[in-house]
């Protein structure tokens, strides 16, 4: 299978008539991060955000075993819940928003001011073993101007 890789991001410009219908619209990325300890303390997991990126959602797929119905976070470096407050790792994939979760970067749809390193790591409830793994849905700011 080909890769391709570039700098910038996809827009859709609607139904093909290549400057003329729908609005120029930015389609939806997705960042994964997988094995991460369900015991750490909040980390940085290499993973980076691009400047401009709004998350949307988080999925959460939780492993994480023992405690009492443990929890993770998932944000930045000065926010470590900025995507995900006390999200559920002891059962299966989840949405942040959907589980009511989401953090405040999501709720807000901020727009990042620059590239942002993504923290992740034991919540409040901490889990006495096992790892979970996320995927950050974002898409990019875009004031909409075509051929730029």
Known sequence: MAKNTFAGYLRQCGSGK????????PLVASLT??????????ADTGAVLPKGAR????????KGTGGSTPTMDIGTSGND??????????????SAVAAGVAGSEVLNATALAADTAVYAG??????TGGT?????????????SLND
């Open 18 to 25: 290549s400057l003329t219908g729908a609005t120029p619209a």
């Open 55 to 62: 998350v949307l959602d988080v999925l959460t797929n939780g």
């Open 81 to 94: 819940d900025a995507f995900v407050a006390e999200g559920d790792i002891d059962g299966g994939l989840k």
């Open 122 to 127: 034991k919540g409040a409830s901490a889990a």
């Open 33 to 42: 991060v997988t094995g991460i300890d369900a015991t750490q303390a909040s």
């Open 132 to 144: 979970f793994d996320f995927t950050i849905l974002f898409t990019m700011e875009d004031d909409g």
